[in-house]
C-alpha cells in the first residue's frame, strides 16, 4: 500500500501560483511513477502532468504545458506541482497519483493509488 497526501491548494486570481505537494508513505516511493490528475465539476478527471520513477522525465497536457512544472524529490518522498499563470479553467480537485506502469501517456485508470485531492480555484 502506497498513502498519498496532498496539500498547497486554495484560492488565487488568475495570472497567480501556487504549488501542490503530494507526501508519499508505504512502499518504496522510487518504484512508482507519479502523475498529477484534476477533476473539474462535471467533467471526468483528466491528466495533467506526470514523471518518471527518478525523475528524469515529464509529460505535460497540452493545457498546462509552458505553466506547469511536475518535480520529485525521492529522498522526501514528495511530488511536487508548481502552477504558474494560472487561469480561471484550472480551478478543479487535483489529484495525485502512483503507478507501477510508465509516466508516458498516463491514463488515470492506470493510477494503483490516489491522494484524497486538493481543491485549487482560481478566480477572474
Known amino acids: 500500500q502506497v498513502q498519498l497526501v496532498e496539500s498547497g491548494g486554495g484560492l488565487v486570481q488568475a495570472g497567480g501560483s501556487l504549488r501542490l505537494s503530494c507526501a508519499a508513505s508505504g512502499r518504496t516511493f522510487s518504484n512508482y511513477a507519479m502523475g498529477w490528475f484534476r477533476q473539474a465539476p462535471g467533467k471526468e478527471r483528466e491528466f495533467v502532468a506526470s514523471?518518471?520513477?527518478?525523475?528524469?522525465?515529464?509529460y505535460y497536457a497540452d493545457s498546462v504545458k509552458g505553466r506547469f512544472t511536475i518535480s520529485r524529490d525521492n529522498a522526501k518522498n514528495t511530488v511536487d506541482l508548481q502552477m504558474n499563470s494560472l487561469k480561471p479553467e484550472d480551478t478543479a480537485v487535483y489529484y495525485c497519483?502512483?503507478?507501477?506502469?510508465?509516466?508516458?501517456?498516463?491514463?488515470?485508470?492506470?493510477?494503483?493509488?490516489w491522494g484524497q485531492g486538493a481543491q485549487v480555484t482560481v478566480s477572474s
Open positions: 497519483a502512483a503507478t507501477t506502469g510508465g509516466a508516458i501517456g498516463l491514463k488515470s485508470y492506470e493510477a494503483d493509488y
Open positions: 514523471i518518471t520513477r527518478r525523475g528524469t522525465t515529464t
